[in-house]
């Protein structure tokens, strides 16, 4: 069975930094697209950034040069270290990962950001 949980999730105030960690049992990490999409309140879910296989990385432009994505396939995790946080990144984070037609989810982590 495929679990992908999420953790680092938390209230901080704008102008400081907070990682997200998702570590994924279940499948084969190495050989999946991870990712990070986010949900504010009665908006869409949109993606954050995201990691192929080969390292290359793809983001958002809400979040270009403030939010670095990362995986390490021994941990089986992708990280997402966000900086310069702002009011508007408020939203629940969920994790992906992705492989030709099959995608998995996590659960959600809360990330809300105080002015």
């Known amino acids: 069975q495929v679990h992908l949980v999420e953790s680092g999730g938390g209230l901080v105030q704008a102008g400081s930094s907070l990682s997200l960690s998702c570590t994924v049992s279940?499948?084969?990490?190495?050989?999946?697209?991870m990712g990070w999409y986010r949900q504010a309140p009665g908006k869409q879910r949109v993606l954050v950034a995201r990691i192929n296989v080969g390292g290359r990385t793809d983001y958002g432009d809400s979040v270009m040069d403030r939010f670095i994505i990362s995986r390490d396939g021994a941990e089986k995790t992708v990280y997402l270290q966000m900086t310069s946080l702002k009011p508007e990144d408020t939203a629940v984070y969920y994790c992906y990962a992705a492989i030709l037609s099959r995608n998995y989810w996590g659960q959600g982590t809360q990330v809300t950001v105080s002015s």
């Open positions: 279940g499948l084969a990490f190495d050989s999946y697209v």
